[in-house]
């Protein structure tokens, strides 16, 4: 009976996941078509004319500075498939001007920072000059991946500029950002684990409820075992019929 209950539970258990194992392989199609987008360019280019700067790293110039501010944001906390907004700093402690040309960015595995998870959006500005000793803010918007899996990764920022129409970049931020599911409280991993949560303890309960009726009815079938002393008298007066004992027990009644 208990394998029964236990097998027709497994199988609800096994429908009530398969939209949820449907909507992961969805998702995992997704990313699929993601990281083929990834390998044929930069995902959400913003601009008109955004020079395809590949996967050229040019060195940082001398006498830049750059810095990076996530306003209102110290926790760098970033909703997936929501954009974030991050203000770049830069200052030209040089003797040339400088000329910004765009703003990149990309999201690393934190354990192996060479592992590539998605290039992020290119952003381009026109005529945006810094002259020497003057310092200015970019802002740069960007948003990750609605299927990428919450937790923590590497973000990677550069910006790219001319002077003396040398071509340079500075890296601005090289650090970690926390990437949140941005539909809610529940997400489909925590709906799934809850579930499996639920079934798991209904399951328990049913086996501890057939556990206890079978002590029940281990205890109804016993059969009770009565003493009586009617049938034991009855022999013994058969059996002690002529002897002393009962011709002692005839006097005494006598004599009373």
């Not at 998605?118 to 740069?140: C, D, H, I, M």
């Not at 990764?153 to 129409?165: A, N, P, R, S, W």
């Not at 809610?184 to 009726?213: H, N």
């Amino acid at each position: 009976m208990a394998m029964k209950i236990f097998s027709v539970f497994f199988f609800a258990l096994l429908l009530l996941a398969s939209p949820l194992l449907q909507v992961a392989r969805c998702q995992s199609e997704a990313e699929a078509d993601i990281g083929e987008a990834v390998e044929g360019g930069d995902l959400g280019i913003v601009g008109d004319d955004v020079q395809d700067f590949g996967d050229s790293n040019f060195g940082p110039a001398p006498g830049i500075e750059t810095v990076c501010v996530f306003p209102k944001n110290s926790a760098k906390l970033v909703l997936a498939g929501e954009e974030t907004e991050l203000l770049v700093g830069m200052e030209n402690v040089g003797e040339s001007p400088v000329n910004v040309i765009a703003i990149r960015s990309s999201v690393h595995f934190s354990f192996d920072h060479r592992m590539l998870v998605q290039n992020l959006t290119v952003q381009s500005f026109n005529n945006a000059t810094v002259p020497p000793s003057v310092q200015a803010t970019f802002p740069y918007i960007f948003a990750v991946s609605k299927y990428l899996q919450p937790g923590t990764f590497d973000l990677v920022g550069t910006i790219i500029y001319e002077i003396d129409q040398q071509p340079f970049q500075s890296t601005f931020y090289n650090g970690s950002i926390e990437v949140a599911e941005a539909g809610g409280f529940f997400s489909v991993e925590s709906v799934f684990l809850v579930t499996l949560g639920i079934a798991l303890l209904v399951l328990f309960g049913l086996w501890l409820q057939g556990q206890f009726q079978r002590i029940t009815k281990k205890n109804k079938r016993a059969p009770k075992v009565e003493v009586g002393t009617r049938a034991t008298d009855a022999s013994m007066d058969e059996w002690l019929q002529g002897t002393a004992y009962t011709q002692s027990g005839s006097k005494s009644k006598k004599k009373k």
